[in-house]
């Protein structure tokens, strides 16, 4: 009996690791989340945002970069629903900079998930593991119009 407990112990803490260890990098769509509900009561009108090369008037005030880089619990979520919400995240700490810095966009957002820089104006790079899934964006917060 014995040698099947530790036997069993050993199974789990082996093969428990390389379960918890998955790290799958997917890229998901922007504009699903940014036209949900939730984005919309969160986000306002009173920021706006462009992503990579999305053309943009010209700044009147560049008021700095902008880096954030946020987690969340994706135990018993799907990688799908963990990395929008997560990206939704990430977007209201860029909203809140940007209105702290007296900016009224954010503009060239890119994916920067482990330091791999990503440059798209429809999809952004979640990282989702078993149990957390991360989106870390960079930014360049302006002001646009007065």
Known sequence: MKKIVILGLSFLTLFSSLTFARDDIGAYSISKVLSSETAKAKLGSDVQFYFGEQAYAEPIQKLGDL???????????SDNEACEWVFLSAMIALKKSAV???????????????????????????????????????????KLTD
Not at 118 to 127: D, I, K, L, V
Not at 133 to 140: F, H, N, Q, R, W
């Open 100 to 142: 702290e810095r007296g900016g009224n966009a954010v503009v060239k957002i890119k994916s920067n998930y482990k330091n791999n820089l990503t440059s798209s104006e429809t999809t952004f790079q979640c990282g989702a593991g078993a149990l957390i899934a991360g989106v870390a964006l960079t930014g360049e917060v302006v």
């Open 67 to 77: 880096r954030t880089n946020k987690k969340t619990n994706a135990f018993n979520k």
